[in-house]
Nanobody, 121 residues
Framework: VQLQASGGGLVQAGGSLRLSCAAS????????MGWYRQAPGKQRELVAT??????????NYADSAKGRFTISRDNAKNTVYLQMNSLAPEDTAVYYC?????????????WGQGTLVTVSS
């Protein structure tokens, strides 16, 4: 299983970035995909998730992301995206993608390697 995140970089406050995470080795369409972030000295936190499977496409956002970030997925490309607008310095973090699926009583989870987003003021 491989989750390859990309799209991070340096951007000025108020700018935008689109992160991508390409998955391989899993039946992507049935997995819930998520973006998480970890700022220096802080715990990793949820940014957004999007479900897969029959109810695919339902989204959930952290309060800090609502109205500014949009998560989406392209099952044909096995890729999940995070469009980030109106970026602020407090959005600076390493962003990780995660694939999740519950199978009976087991929870399958896979993490990508992370991509650094730096927002300058």
């Amino acid at each position: 299983v491989q989750l390859q995140a990309s799209g991070g970089g340096l951007v000025q406050a108020g700018g935008s970035l689109r992160l991508s995470c390409a998955a391989s080795g899993i039946p992507f369409n049935v997995y819930t995909m998520g973006w998480y972030r970890q700022a220096p000295g802080k715990q990793r936190e949820l940014v957004a998730t999007i479900t897969g499977g029959g109810s695919g496409g339902s989204t959930n956002y952290a309060d800090s992301a609502k109205g500014r970030f949009t998560i989406s997925r392209d099952n044909a490309k096995n890729t999940v995206y995070l469009q980030m607008n109106s970026l602020a310095p407090e959005d600076t973090a390493v962003y990780y993608c995660k694939a999740m699926r519950k199978v009976i009583t087991a929870l399958l989870e896979y993490w990508g390697q992370g991509t650094l987003v730096t927002v300058s003021s």
